[in-house]
Nanobody, 124 residues
């Protein structure tokens, strides 16, 4: 079963967009769910994560105050609400699942399952 993350698209700077990540058939609530992004020529970058334990959330400094990650375990979904988007947010966004950890990982290499990326393009 594959993580899916629809919701990307072209937007203007200052706009908002919500990405969703879902994984049917799994015990979704047992996994930390992370959001990462990658721009052409750049390394994959951590954006935000929602912990399976204690409802913790973690954010990259570049998105703090603008992005919010939340999860709805009853419906096997995690959301990334992106507000006040900037051109530098342009990237392919991925959601990924990691086994639950006491300290939520921001390292993409620890995440074992990945969804298809969704392109977010922010124009100025």
């Amino acid at each position: 079963v594959q993580l899916q993350a629809p919701g990307g698209g072209p937007v203007q700077a200052g706009d908002s967009l919500r990405l969703s990540c879902t994984d049917s058939g799994r015990t979704f609530g047992r996994y930390d769910i992370g959001w990462f992004r990658q721009s052409p020529g750049k390394d994959r970058e951590f954006v935000a994560a929602a912990s399976a334990i204690g409802g913790r959330t973690v954010y990259a400094d570049s998105v703090k105050g603008r992005f919010t990650v939340s999860r709805d375990n009853s419906n096997n979904m995690v959301f990334l609400q992106m507000n006040n988007l900037k051109p530098e947010d342009t990237a392919v966004y991925y959601c990924a699942a990691d086994s639950a950890k006491l300290r939520t990982s921001t390292n993409w290499k620890t995440y074992s399952r990945w969804g298809r990326g969704t392109l977010v393009t922010v124009s100025s």
